[in-house]
C-alpha cells in the first residue's frame, strides 16, 4: 500500500508539508493524536547543526486495527528536508517505493515494527547533517487509524561543555536581537520624553498616545526577547509567552489606533472624530482582536493542528483588512484638505497639511508592503543559517516608520500662519490647483 495512492492526495500532501516548512516552533513540543488516519503528519521543524539532537518520547500507543498481520513497519516517524520530501514523492510516483518510511533518502527516527507488543517507546537520535528538518510521523497503512501522545525535543549542543540550544539554527540569536531593539525603543521614548516637555505649550493628546505605542512595543519586544531566551536555554517560555501574547496584543490595538486617529487629525487639526471615523476604529479593534487569537492558535498548535491552515487564512485576511482599513481616514483627510484649500483662502497652510498627509500615505503603504510582503519573501528564500534576518528587516522597518511618524508629527513651536508671505501663498494656491487631480 503506498502513502499516496492518488494524484490529489499527493498535492494535498506537497500542500501541506510545504506549511511545515515554513513554522519553526523550535521548542519541547507535545502534541496529542486521536484516531487520526492521515497518512503524513507534520510534527515540527527544526534546524540542526552538526551537533544537533532529537529525543522522541511516544506514550499511549493504539492502532484502530488489531491484527497480528498488519506490517507496522509502515507506521512511524522519520526526518527529511524540503529537497528529500521532493524526492520521496518522486520515488512513490515511479513506484519505487510504496512507503515514505523506505525511502533510503529519509533519515528513519523509529518504525513501529519496533514495538514487540509495547504501548509506548523513548529514543534518541543524534544528528550528523546539518540542515533544516521536518519531523513527520507516516502512516501507510490506509484502513489503520492511530491514537498516541507525543513529545518531542529538538535542540543543538553549544559550546565545549555541550549547552544545550532548543532555538533552530539561524534563530538562536533572536534573544539578543529583541533585547537590543527593546534598547532603542526605550530610547526612543526617553527622547520623545524630552521632546514634550521642551514643547510643552505645543502638546496635544496624540503625542502622549504616540509615547504609550513606543512604550508598549518596548515591552512586548522584552517579553519577546524573555520568551525566546527561556526556550532557548530550557525549550519552554515558562509564563513569557503568555505576557508576550497581552503586549503583543495591547501593541497592535494600539499601533493601529494611533495610526487612525494620525489619519483622521485627531487633537492636531480638530479637537473631535466623525461618525464615520468612529466607525473605522470599532471595526480595526475587533479585528486585532481576531488577529491576536488567530496568531496565539498558529503559534501554539503548529502545522499538524487541524485547524493551522483556517486560522493561517484567518490571521492573513485580517490583517489585510485591518491595514486596508486605516487608510481610509487618511484618505478622508487628504480630501477635506484639498476641499479647505479651494474654500478658507489660505492656500499655503493647507498645502503644507496636504502634502505631509500624502508623504504619510505613501509611507504607511510601502511600509505595509514590506513587512507583510518583503519580509516573507526574504524568510522565504534565505538560507535557514540566517532567518534572524528576517526578523531584523522587519523590526528596522517597523523602527523607521515610528521613527517617520514622530519627526513628521512632532510637536511644533511656531505658527505656520505667521511665517508665509503674499508670494508664498499665491504659489500655493497655483500649486493646489495643479494637483487637484491626484488619486489615491
Not at 519553526?24 to 486521536?34: F, G, T
Amino acid at each position: 500500500m503506498t502513502i499516496c495512492p492518488d494524484s490529489s492526495r499527493c498535492l494535498a500532501l506537497i500542500f501541506f508539508t510545504t506549511l511545515s516548512f515554513s513554522v519553526c516552533l523550535a521548542e519541547i513540543h507535545s502534541s496529542e493524536l486521536r484516531s487520526d488516519g492521515q497518512p503524513i503528519i507534520p510534527l515540527d521543524v527544526y534546524g540542526f547543526t552538526h551537533t544537533g539532537c532529537l529525543e522522541l518520547n511516544v506514550s499511549q500507543i493504539s492502532l484502530s486495527n488489531s491484527d497480528p498481520d498488519l506490517d507496522l513497519s509502515k507506521i512511524g516517524f522519520f526526518l527529511c528536508t524540503r529537497d528529500s520530501w521532493l524526492h520521496v514523492l518522486q520515488q512513490l510516483g515511479d513506484s519505487e517505493i510504496t512507503c515514505a518510511l523506505k525511502s533510503n533518502v529519509v533519515k528513519t527516527v523509529y518504525s513501529f515494527d519496533r514495538l514487540q507488543g509495547n504501548t509506548s517507546f523513548e529514543t534518541k537520535y543524534q544528528m550528523n547533517d546539518a540542515d533544516q528538518f521536518t519531523l513527520v510521523f507516516a502512516n501507510c497503512l490506509q484502513k489503520v487509524k492511530v491514537s498516541m501522545n507525543v513529545r518531542s525535543a529538538m535542540y543543538n549542543l553549544e559550546g565545549k561543555n555541550g549547552r544545550r540550544d532548543y532555538l533552530s539554527a539561524g534563530k538562536t540569536v533572536l534573544p539578543r536581537v529583541y533585547f537590543l531593539f527593546a534598547l532603542i525603543y526605550l530610547g526612543l521614548a526617553a527622547i520623545w520624553v524630552r521632546v514634550l516637555h521642551k514643547k510643552r505649550l505645543t502638546v496635544f493628546r496624540i503625542h502622549f498616545f504616540m509615547l504609550a505605542v513606543v512604550l508598549l512595543k518596548a515591552v512586548n519586544l522584552l517579553c519577546e526577547a524573555e520568551d525566546k531566551s527561556y526556550i532557548k536555554r530550557t525549550g519552554s517560555a515558562h509564563g513569557w509567552d503568555v505576557l508576550f501574547y497581552i503586549f503583543s496584543f495591547l501593541k497592535g490595538i494600539s499601533l493601529f489606533t494611533l495610526i487612525v486617529l494620525i489619519g483622521t487629525g485627531w487633537s492636531f487639526l480638530k479637537p473631535y472624530l466623525q461618525d464615520k471615523e468612529k466607525t473605522v476604529l470599532m471595526i480595526v479593534i475587533p479585528l486585532q482582536v481576531v488577529a491576536n487569537i488567530a496568531q496565539i492558535v498558529i503559534d501554539e498548535t503548529g502545522p499538524y493542528g487541524h485547524d493551522w491552515f483556517t486560522w493561517k487564512q484567518v490571521f492573513l485576511l485580517v490583517d489585510i483588512l485591518c491595514c486596508c482599513a486605516v487608510l481610509f481616514p487618511i484618505v478622508w483627510s487628504i480630501k477635506n484638505l484639498r476641499e479647505a484649500a479651494r474654500t478658507d483662502g489660505k492656500a499655503a497652510v493647507n498645502l503644507m497639511k496636504l502634502t505631509l498627509f500624502r508623504h504619510y500615505y505613501v509611507v504607511f503603504i510601502c511600509y505595509i508592503y514590506f513587512t507583510r510582503v518583503v519580509v516573507y519573501a526574504l524568510e522565504t528564500i534565505t538560507s535557514y543559517r540566517y532567518l534572524w534576518t528576517s526578523t531584523v528587516a522587519g523590526e528596522l522597518a517597523t523602527l523607521a516608520f515610528f521613527v517617520y511618524t514622530g519627526y513628521k508629527f512632532k510637536p511644533e513651536a511656531h505658527n505656520p500662519y505667521f511665517v508665509i508671505d503674499d508670494d508664498e501663498e499665491e504659489a500655493a494656491a497655483e500649486q493646489l490647483k495643479l494637483e487637484d487631480e491626484f488619486e489615491l
